[in-house]
């Protein structure tokens, strides 16, 4: 009993630093941010679903791009209605440079109505010809 009892206290005791120091290293540091494809989608695709009823109801089944004459870039997104009936989408293109950021060429949301199971070519050309890349974005009608 009497060797008991210091062996039990030792225990105790290493039970409780050992429990204290994985705490005080849980708040300190600087972290890394988290990244999920959730959020940069738009800056790694070339073509996105921006909500979940335009997801359910859209699929590209190709898209073409150019150059023009001028230099300037030009694309061609084959936009399917993947439903039985009809539905009514938005959809714009923002144009970007070689390193992916937007060269301010937005293009403004414009109404497209697909029929059931219907497909429908729309085409986007860029305002200046820094544009190299781009991200055609979809979503439901508001």
């Keep these: ?42 800056n790694t695709e070339k073509f996105v679903l921006m909500d979940q009823a335009a997801q359910y109801s859209v699929t590209c089944t190709g898209l073409q791009e150019r150059t023009t004459a001028d230099g300037r870039l030009e694309v061609v997104a084959n936009v399917k209605n993947r439903e039985a009936r009809r539905i009514q989408i938005q959809i714009g293109c923002v144009f970007k440079d070689g390193q992916h950021f937007s060269t301010g060429d937005e293009t403004p949301w414009q109404t497209l109505i697909l029929t059931e199971n219907g497909t429908e070519a729309v085409r986007f050309t860029a305002t200046n010809p820094q544009s190299k890349t781009y991200t055609i974005r979809v979503r439901q009608a508001r």
Aim: with cysteine; proline share 7%; aromatic share 4%.
């Design 1 to 42: 009993m009497k060797t008991l009892l210091p062996i039990l206290a030792a225990a105790a005791l290493l039970l409780i630093s050992t429990g204290c120091a994985s705490k005080n290293t849980q708040g300190t540091g600087p972290y890394l941010p988290q990244d999920t494809t959730k959020y940069t989608l738009e």
